[in-house]
Structure formats: C-alpha cells, structure tokens
C-alpha cells in the first residue's frame, strides 16, 4: 500500500531564505509522485510532478523537487522564499492502479516572515 | 485550461438536514473525486466515481453517498448531516485518457453543521 509522510506540519522562514519542505513516500511499486499548493480559501493547484523522468523535476513559481529512490524521498524546495509562497502545501503518491486515486500526505504550512 | 466548479463556497446546515454538494467539470474528463479536508489530516477519500453512473467508496465513506447522472457532474450527498461533517470539501477531477495521476480540484466548499 501507498503512503506519505510531510515532516513538519507548520515551516516557518524569512522571506528571501531557503524553503525545504519534507516528503517521503511508501510504495511497492514506482510511484507518481506530486507537490500540490492550496492558497488560503482555495483549492488545490499543482506545482509539480514526477512520472519517472527526469529525478529533478522543476514546477511553478520557481519551485523544485528531486526524486531520491533510496531515501524515498521528495523534498521540494525553492532558493529563495517570497511573501506570496505562504501557503499550505500538499505532497501526494499515485496508487498506480485503475481507480487513478492519489494518496495525501496530512500537509505542511509555510509561513513567510518578512 | 480545466475548470472545476463546486456549487457552494459556504454553507451552513443544521444537524440532520440532507445536503447536496455539487461538483461540475468542463473537461469531459471520465473520473471524479469527493475529498473533505481536516486539519492536520491532509485529504481524505470519500467517494470516487470512473464513469456515469459508477461509483466506488473511498477511504471515509460512512455518513455520505454520491450520484452521477451525467459525466461532467458529480454529486456529495450527507443524508443527515452531523456535526462531525463539518469540514471542507473539495472535488477533483482527473483524464483517464492522458496516463497521467494528475488531478484537478475545484475550489472548494466549506461547510458548517451546527
């Protein structure tokens, strides 16, 4: 069975600083792996995915992720944090079979201090 | 682009009135998800459906039913909602067609039972 795990319920940086939010995942077999953003009374919008291309995957808003099969880890990340990322962010992994469903981490809220 | 649209962005029930949640998707796209979101408990599945009139359960079914008459629209129904329902709700959608996982959510309805 698929599963996620988002280390850190609550990240809180400068703005202009490093933004590192965690995401490991389980799963038998080679997972889709995804980084959602849900701005406040919203919902969610995709900010990247990776489908076993390339492990470093770049997404909106200059925000990236790197695929590590050993740690079963993807971490997303973005150099340098601005007001406007200050959001809750969702890390998910495909079930991989017919039904299409995602399984969700329980998500992380950044908080951009300026 | 792909619009969702759900019917409601606030509403506010009493305790045992039958409520009807809806879903619109304008991208002939063959499968349709209910998620309500909790606080510190990410996304969770509740109905999914693949095709007109299909339906499957998802992880958190009890409480709710679903109805798919035509495919661009699916419905949440809570036959008598409860105060532990309260919650926001979001559809998604997704194209069988492309391979791909990625989902499309709507922008969410946040409803109250008191």
């Known amino acids: ?114 | 682009d792909v619009k969702v649209t759900q019917s409601s962005r606030y509403l506010v029930k009493r305790t045992g009135e039958k409520v009807f949640l809806e879903c619109v998707q304008d991208m002939d796209h063959e499968n349709m998800f209910w998620y309500r979101q909790d606080p510190g408990l990410g996304l969770r599945l509740i109905y999914f459906s693949y095709d007109v009139k299909m339906k499957e359960k998802g992880d958190i079914p009890e409480g709710y039913s679903v109805s798919r008459e035509k495919k661009e629209r699916f419905s949440l129904i809570l036959e008598s909602a409860s105060t532990n329902q309260t919650s926001m709700y979001l559809c998604a959608s997704h194209d069988q067609g492309t391979g791909s996982y990625e989902q499309y959510f709507g922008p969410g309805t946040r409803l109250t039972v008191t």
Not at chain 1, 24 to 41: E, G, H, I, M
Request: charged share 15%; aromatic share 12%.
């Open chain 1, 1 to 114: 069975a698929q599963s996620v795990t988002q280390l850190g319920s609550h990240v809180s940086v400068s703005e202009g600083a490093l933004v590192l939010l965690r995401c490991n995942y389980s799963s038998s077999v080679p997972p889709y792996l995804f980084w959602y953003v849900q701005y406040p009374n919203q919902g969610l919008q995709l900010l990247l995915k990776y489908t076993s291309a390339a492990t470093l995957v770049k997404g909106i808003n200059g925000f990236e992720a790197e695929f590590k099969k050993s740690e079963t880890s993807f971490h997303l990340t973005k150099p340098s944090a601005h007001m406007s990322d200050a959001a809750e962010y969702f890390c998910a992994v495909s079930v991989r079979d017919s039904s299409y469903k995602l399984i969700f981490g329980s998500g992380t809220r950044l908080l951009v201090r300026p």
